[in-house]
Nanobody
Framework: QVQLVESGGGLVQAGGSLRLSCEASGSAFSVLAMGWYRQGPGKQRELVAT???????NYADSVKGRCTISRDNAKNTVYLQMNSLKPEDTAVYFC???????????WGQGTQVTVSS
């Protein structure tokens, strides 16, 4: 089992920045593939960014150049730095862990990000 706890969400004005954190427990963090997803009002959950155990990153086109995913294996934490936020970034942001070898997925409870115009 992997437990994930997100933090760092909140209300920010358009153009502002937020850093989300997700702390994992219950498994060796360094082997986990981690990701951030979001679900806006009335929308399906979508990928924001992922980072592999080796540190390779992938981003949705909608956030490229504005968001950076990173991980600190010593702190069992993955981060999402979000800059130049837009109202359309408003969503609940979820942390996801994929545990090898079978890629079993675990989700956090989510953290709300609201961007005002």
């Amino acid at each position: 089992q992997v437990q994930l706890v997100e933090s760092g969400g909140g209300l920010v004005q358009a153009g502002g920045s937020l850093r989300l954190s997700c702390e994992a427990s219950g498994s060796a963090f360094s082997v986990l593939a981690m990701g951030w997803y979001r679900q806006g009002p009335g929308k399906q959950r979508e990928l924001v960014a992922t980072i592999t155990s080796a540190g390779r990153t992938n981003y949705a086109d909608s956030v490229k150049g504005r968001c950076t995913i990173s991980r600190d294996n010593a702190k069992n934490t993955v981060y999402l730095q979000m800059n130049s936020l837009k109202p359309e970034d408003t969503a609940v942001y979820f942390c996801k862990a994929d545990k090898p070898p079978f890629g079993v997925a675990y989700w956090g409870q989510g953290t709300q990000v609201t961007v005002s115009s």
